[in-house]
């Protein structure tokens, strides 16, 4: 095995995508998984293709502006598809691509062990909470 220089290994790392390395790509896509918004968009979508107004009724507390972005963002990405028909007026669906619906049972694996464990979690907060 050839010796690597050290501009030589992090190339070599960086095309392995290492979260752990600070110019990796992997980390931005990390930072837009964990937004709140998106696991809750990615949830929401779970059950099949969904309008905007539905998005909008079921993730309570979204604001017009944060939705439109996440749902962009989502399929800058490639995790959403957003498909128009042309009706009256034209209908807007989105969906989780086969990418999307690649990563849901994490996404709702995140969200179950939230809902499951808050209760603990509340508790574990009111007794960091009550320390001198």
Do not use: N
Request: glycine share 4%.
């Amino acid at each position: 095995m050839p010796t690597m220089t050290a501009a030589q290994r992090r190339a070599a790392e960086k095309v392995e995508y290492d979260v752990f390395l600070a110019e990796c790509p992997s980390r931005q896509l990390l930072d837009r998984l964990s937004d709140k918004w998106v696991t809750l968009v990615m949830v929401a979508l779970e059950d099949g293709p969904r309008r905007y107004s539905q998005l909008s009724r079921t993730i309570a507390g979204v604001s017009q502006k944060m939705l439109t972005q996440t749902l962009r963002t989502l399929e800058r990405d490639g995790l959403v598809t957003r498909t128009v028909t042309a009706s009256v007026p034209v209908t807007v669906t989105y969906e989780l691509t086969e990418l999307g619906r690649s990563l849901q049972w994490v996404i709702s694996g995140l969200k179950d062990w939230a809902e499951s464990h808050m209760a603990q979690v509340q508790e574990a907060r009111a007794s960091y909470d009550a320390q001198p």
